[in-house]
């Protein structure tokens, strides 16, 4: 609860305190929007001391649930769970803060000493992979990779002209350093007893080891195998070869992993992806597939590349250094591996980049290209085929042509870099160690010296991605953001205001308009609002089915968005739905895609010409039935004083609230008639809910109702709780449910009622209503979440604060956990209520439903009235 108001009970049995006593100065900060983020620290502090972690949770958990939780938010919330003894929902966190942050030292010690083995295990490796790692984090992690097994652990860095570090091992015989280069050395390690990392069973030794010009290299050998390398090395001078002739394009390819990817690659270079006369590089950055390595052996021999061998691994950035030494004249691309570039596609690219003097970069759209992702934006989307990725790279050029769009900088993954560009930032930086994040800076650089980075619109380049780090990758990516942004402050907020935008939009739907594709997909048609959300919960059931992923089209403020669930195409197409052509355009696109049915959401605020068009479209059209408030004729609840506040019925002043003018009662025989018209022509009714199913049975009868169909909830039943909480489920925020949520508050207090109020969800005002002192707003909670909630909010009752809808929610949890739930029985009886549930008439005022809640919450056995609500 709100600092002020809370009580709490000490482990002694003792009278209860309020919390202002331990922090005197929450109460002030907590409602103030500015602070109330920060504020919400004090009260788990104050709990914390207390030895009382389950009342610590809540403001741990809004802090999770607020705008851009950092990792160290949900390292708090796994800490306060375990202390509470939900050991596994404090794992589930940790694992989410070393995915967000696994660079965070803090992190990293609680993740050693706290977490189950597999997390261990990963922080562990993590702090070994730090250039500058903390001594006791070292010694933590090397304590238990050795108790889990390893035999042998280095740490090895170039640091000028001398390899320095440290070896742990177990057995007797000690690893050796082996050097390379003109003539190989073997170095033999001799165990130092005080050495800090040497412990009973294990040998640990230090290592320092002077490089000379004959030196390339170093490698750490147990048994006469490698098993480490440096991390760093120098960096190695590309050869001079005076019989290269000048070429007007370079194609640069570092590879080090994915025999089949990178074959694909330069399958696809060699099939006309590549231009006319450009010339491929390939680094072998030390690449330990020896059929990859041999692979690129031949295509050297054949003259089909050049190729560069690094004899350790340099990363991204030094090796394509190598290449540009090479480089002296022409442009370059820069390519990855694991991407697929179409006939012609890389010539395009260069036409773009040639189109205007100003652009110093170009990259192309891919399925995996962060701001250049198609068609889901800013993720990564599945590579297709090789013909699909052609098809797709046709569809871009008719779309878009030779247009492009002005990035913040371009995407390593294919990057086009112009002469003038090159030589005016000169190479790479190779502060970034082994990837991530150069290209970044690479372009930052180019835009401070005039430059322009673009997406070219009309090219498309596939690209498989994440197959070189993998698990490492998140924390090169964290600690290499870091470095780029110290470097360049003004990056952040340019990135996210260029996402927010979103000016790619209007090109990948220009892609997207042309590829109406079929497969008889489902098509959820609702407005704005409630039915939105209930359109993509009915999706994400759908997605579950076997069969293409089905579209979503949300009509509001003239515009229909079509989306495809589940990431799935289309993500960008909108049209238009007055003006000139009208829904013509977005009628003719469903036609053309050969819909297999549609289901039709709050249909009353859909244009009367979409919905006629619809019809006309010839498929299968059904509606569905759970958000009913278009098809009740109920008004907002009275919120004035209530003449008769005692007992279950409307008395007159709510009856009197339901009265309408003779204009409103014109304006809703209008809408009844054209809902009479809508239902008429549906094929069927489709209840999401039971609720639903109960009013829809009732109105057209058993033929035209659908059958039930619900996600089910795997659940565990609840432990029993000594106390009351009722959780109110708000899946969408909603003014008259904040107003009825701050009136149960209110009749709570009336009662000198100890039980406190939970809102799973958002409010429209969070902390207007929570100053209702006891109340709590937890934040937006995702359907896989409420178990966790229920729990550890030990939630006792369950009530949906809605009249007229998402009823399906709470109801579907209630049967799931065995918990007694209030709701407002919009069906009049046609409901059957469950054990202990309360079944309130729509039609009472918020002051009366709130006072038959209160009373029915603080009840020893709470039970439903003895009748339910009639017509």
Same mark, same amino acid.
């Given at each position: 609860?709100?600092?002020?108001?809370?009580?709490?009970?000490?482990?002694?049995?003792?009278n209860?305190?309020?919390?202002?006593?331990?922090?005197?100065?929450?109460?002030?900060l907590?409602?103030?929007?500015?602070?109330?983020?920060?504020?919400?620290?004090?009260?788990?502090?104050? *709990?914390?001391d207390?030895?009382?972690?389950?009342?610590?949770?809540?403001?741990?958990?809004?802090?999770c649930?607020?705008?851009? %939780?950092?990792?160290?938010?949900?390292?708090?919330?796994?800490?306060?769970?375990?202390?509470?003894?939900?050991?596994?929902?404090?794992?589930?966190?940790?694992?989410?803060?070393?995915?967000?942050?696994?660079?965070?030292?803090?992190?990293l010690r609680?993740?050693?000493?706290?977490?189950? %083995?597999? $997390?261990?295990?990963?922080?562990?490796r993590?702090v070994?992979?730090?250039?500058?790692?903390?001594?006791?984090?070292?010694? =933590?992690?090397?304590?238990w990779?050795?108790?889990?097994? &390893?035999s042998?652990?280095?740490?090895?860095?170039?640091?000028?002209?001398?390899?320095v570090g440290?070896?742990?091992?177990?057995?007797?015989?000690?690893?050796?350093?082996?050097l390379?280069?003109?003539?190989?050395?073997?170095?033999?390690?001799?165990?130092?007893?005080?050495?800090?990392?040497?412990?009973?069973?294990?040998?640990?030794?230090?290592?320092?080891?002077?490089?000379?010009?004959?030196?390339?290299? =170093?490698?750490?050998?147990?048994?006469?195998?490698?098993?480490a390398?440096?991390?760093?090395?120098?960096? $190695?001078?590309?050869?001079?070869?005076p019989a290269?002739?000048?070429?007007?394009?370079?194609?640069?390819?570092?590879?080090?992993e994915? *025999?089949e990817?990178?074959?694909?690659?330069?399958?696809?270079?060699?099939?006309?992806?590549?231009?006319p006369?450009?010339?491929?590089?390939?680094?072998?950055?030390?690449?330990?597939?020896?059929?990859?390595?041999?692979?690129?052996?031949?295509?050297?021999? &054949?003259?089909?590349?050049?190729?560069?061998?690094?004899? $350790?691994?340099l990363?991204?950035?030094?090796?394509v250094?190598?290449?540009?030494?090479?480089c002296?004249?022409?442009?370059?691309?820069?390519?990855?591996?694991?991407?697929?570039?179409?006939?012609?596609?890389?010539?395009?690219?260069?036409?773009?980049?040639?189109?205007?003097?100003?652009?110093?970069?170009?990259?192309?759209?891919?399925?995996?290209?962060?701001?250049?992702?198609?068609?889901?934006?800013?993720t990564?989307?599945?590579? &297709?085929?090789?013909?699909?990725?052609?098809?797709l790279?046709?569809?871009?050029?008719?779309?878009?042509g030779?247009?492009?769009?002005d990035?913040?900088?371009?995407?390593?993954?294919?990057?086009?870099?112009?002469?003038?560009?090159l030589?005016?930032?000169?190479?790479?930086?190779?502060?970034?160690?082994?990837?991530?994040?150069e290209?970044?800076?690479?372009? @930052?650089?180019?835009?401070?010296?005039?430059?322009?980075?673009?997406? =070219?619109?009309?090219?498309?380049?596939?690209?498989?991605?994440?197959?070189?780090?993998?698990?490492?990758?998140?924390?090169?990516?964290?600690?290499n953001?870091?470095?780029?942004?110290?470097?360049?402050?003004? *990056?952040?907020?340019?990135?996210?205001?260029?996402?927010e935008?979103?000016?790619?939009?209007?090109?990948?739907?220009?892609?997207?308009?042309?590829?109406?594709?079929?497969?008889?997909?489902?098509? @959820?048609?609702?407005?704005?609002?409630?039915?939105?959300?209930m359109a993509?919960?009915?999706?994400?059931?759908?997605?579950?089915?076997?069969? %293409?992923a089905?579209?979503?089209?949300? /009509?509001?403020?003239?515009?229909?968005?079509?989306r495809?669930?589940?990431?799935?195409?289309?993500q960008?197409?909108?049209?238009? !739905?007055?003006?000139?052509?009208?829904?013509?355009?977005?009628?003719?696109?469903?036609?053309?895609?050969?819909?297999?049915?549609?289901?039709?959401?709050?249909?009353?605020? !859909?244009?009367?010409?979409?919905?006629?068009g619809?019809?006309?479209?010839?498929?299968?059209?059904?509606?569905?039935?759970?958000?009913?408030?278009?098809?009740?004729?109920?008004?907002?609840?009275?919120?004035g004083?209530?003449?008769?506040?005692?007992?279950?019925?409307?008395c007159?002043?709510?009856?009197?609230?339901?009265?309408?003018?003779?204009?409103e009662?014109?304006?809703?025989?209008? #809408?009844?008639?054209?809902?009479?018209?809508?239902l008429? #022509?549906?094929?069927?009714?489709?209840?999401?809910?039971?609720?639903?199913?109960?009013?829809?049975?009732?109105?057209?009868?058993?033929?035209?109702?659908?059958?039930?169909?619900?996600a089910?909830?795997?659940?565990?039943?609840?432990?029993?709780?000594?106390?009351?909480?009722?959780?109110?489920?708000?899946?969408?925020?909603d003014?008259?449910?904040?107003?009825f949520?701050?009136?149960?508050?209110?009749?709570?207090?009336?009662?000198?009622?100890?039980?406190?109020?939970v809102? @799973?969800?958002?409010?429209?005002?969070?902390?207007?209503?929570?100053?209702?002192?006891?109340?709590?707003?937890?934040?937006?909670?995702?359907?896989?979440?409420?178990?966790?909630?229920?729990?550890q909010?030990e939630?006792?009752?369950l009530?949906?604060? *809605?009249?007229t809808?998402?009823?399906?929610?709470?109801?579907?949890?209630?049967?799931?956990?065995?918990?007694p739930?209030?709701?407002?029985?919009?069906?009049?009886?046609?409901?059957a209520?469950?054990?202990?549930?309360?079944?309130?008439?729509?039609?009472?005022?918020?002051?009366?439903?709130?006072?038959?809640?209160?009373?029915?919450?603080t009840?020893?056995?709470?039970?439903?009235?003895?009748?339910?609500?009639? /017509?």
């Amino acid at each position: 609860m709100p600092p002020s108001d809370e009580k709490s009970r000490s482990k002694s049995g003792e009278n209860p305190a309020p919390i202002r006593e331990v922090l005197s100065d929450a109460d002030a900060l907590f409602f103030d929007a500015s602070r109330h983020f920060e504020a919400l620290l004090l009260p788990v502090r104050g *709990y914390l001391d207390r030895d009382e972690p389950a009342r610590a949770f809540p403001y741990a958990d809004r802090r999770c649930r607020l705008a851009a %939780p950092t990792a160290r938010d949900f390292v708090l919330r796994s800490e306060i769970s375990r202390r509470a003894g939900f050991v596994a929902e404090g794992y589930r966190d940790l694992a989410r803060a070393l995915d967000l942050d696994p660079t965070d030292r803090q992190i990293l010690r609680i993740a050693l000493t706290r977490g189950e %083995p597999a $997390q261990r295990t990963l922080a562990a490796r993590l702090v070994l992979s730090e250039e500058e790692p903390d001594r006791a984090l070292t010694a =933590a992690a090397v304590d238990w990779l050795v108790e889990d097994g &390893e035999s042998l652990l280095s740490c090895l860095n170039l640091r000028g002209e001398e390899i320095v570090g440290w070896a742990v091992w177990t057995g007797a015989a000690p690893p050796q350093i082996q050097l390379t280069g003109g003539v190989t050395r073997v170095i033999d390690l001799s165990p130092d007893r005080d050495h800090w990392l040497a412990g009973e069973g294990r040998g640990a030794a230090s290592i320092h080891v002077a490089l000379d010009d004959e030196c390339s290299g =170093a490698i750490l050998l147990r048994g006469g195998r490698p098993e480490a390398q440096p991390r760093q090395t120098r960096i $190695q001078r590309a050869f001079s070869d005076p019989a290269l002739k000048a070429a007007d394009l370079s194609i640069i390819v570092p590879v080090y992993e994915d *025999y089949e990817a990178t074959r694909a690659c330069f399958w696809a270079l060699f099939a006309r992806g590549a231009p006319p006369g450009a010339r491929i590089i390939a680094i072998d950055d030390a690449t330990p597939n020896r059929e990859l390595r041999d692979w690129l052996d031949g295509l050297a021999a &054949e003259n089909r590349i050049i190729l560069l061998k690094n004899s $350790q691994n340099l990363g991204f950035a030094a090796s394509v250094n190598r290449a540009l030494a090479l480089c002296p004249s022409g442009d370059v691309i820069l390519l990855n591996a694991d991407a697929l570039p179409p006939p012609g596609s890389l010539g395009r690219l260069r036409d773009v980049v040639r189109s205007a003097p100003q652009i110093g970069t170009a990259t192309p759209f891919s399925n995996n290209g962060e701001y250049v992702s198609f068609p889901e934006r800013n993720t990564v989307n599945p590579m &297709e085929t090789p013909d699909e990725i052609a098809r797709l790279d046709a569809l871009a050029r008719r779309a878009n042509g030779p247009d492009f769009v002005d990035l913040p900088n371009g995407i390593g993954f294919c990057l086009y870099i112009s002469r003038a560009c090159l030589d005016a930032v000169g190479p790479l930086p190779e502060i970034y160690s082994r990837g991530y994040y150069e290209d970044v800076e690479f372009c @930052l650089r180019a835009q401070e010296k005039g430059f322009r980075n673009v997406c =070219a619109t009309g090219v498309y380049v596939g690209h498989a991605g994440t197959r070189s780090f993998r698990a490492d990758k998140r924390r090169l990516v964290m600690r290499n953001l870091a470095i780029l942004e110290r470097r360049f402050p003004h *990056y952040h907020r340019e990135s996210a205001s260029f996402v927010e935008a979103d000016p790619l939009q209007r090109a990948r739907g220009a892609i997207e308009a042309l590829d109406p594709r079929g497969g008889d997909r489902v098509a @959820l048609v609702c407005a704005d609002g409630a039915s939105r959300l209930m359109a993509q919960e009915r999706a994400a059931l759908l997605a579950r089915e076997d069969g %293409p992923a089905p579209l979503v089209c949300s /009509c509001a403020g003239g515009r229909a968005e079509l989306r495809g669930a589940d990431g799935a195409w289309p993500q960008s197409l909108d049209f238009a !739905l007055y003006g000139e052509g009208g829904e013509t355009s977005l009628l003719g696109f469903l036609d053309a895609m050969t819909v297999l049915r549609f289901e039709l959401f709050d249909p009353l605020n !859909l244009s009367p010409k979409l919905l006629a068009g619809l019809f006309r479209l010839g498929a299968r059209v059904e509606i569905a039935a759970g958000d009913l408030q278009w098809a009740l004729p109920l008004r907002a609840p009275w919120d004035g004083p209530c003449e008769a506040p005692e007992g279950a019925r409307p008395c007159s002043s709510c009856a009197g609230s339901a009265a309408a003018t003779h204009a409103e009662g014109e304006a809703r025989l209008r #809408r009844l008639r054209r809902k009479r018209a809508i239902l008429a #022509r549906a094929d069927a009714i489709r209840p999401l809910d039971r609720m639903g199913a109960a009013i829809a049975r009732h109105i057209f009868g058993e033929a035209a109702v659908l059958p039930l169909a619900e996600a089910a909830i795997e659940a565990t039943p609840l432990e029993p709780v000594a106390g009351r909480a009722l959780a109110l489920v708000v899946p969408a925020p909603d003014p008259l449910a904040d107003r009825f949520t701050v009136a149960l508050g209110r009749a709570l207090r009336r009662l000198n009622s100890e039980a406190k109020i939970v809102v @799973l969800g958002a409010c429209v005002n969070d902390l207007a209503v929570m100053k209702s002192r006891n109340v709590f707003v937890a934040g937006a909670v995702k359907s896989d979440e409420y178990e966790r909630l229920l729990r550890q909010y030990e939630i006792s009752a369950l009530m949906s604060p *809605y009249r007229t809808r998402f009823f399906g929610p709470t109801d579907r949890l209630a049967r799931a956990f065995a918990l007694p739930m209030a709701y407002f029985d919009y069906s009049f009886g046609k409901t059957a209520p469950g054990a202990g549930d309360l079944a309130l008439d729509p039609r009472l005022c918020d002051a009366k439903a709130a006072s038959l809640v209160a009373q029915w919450l603080t009840a020893a056995s709470p039970a439903r009235p003895a009748e339910a609500p009639s /017509c």
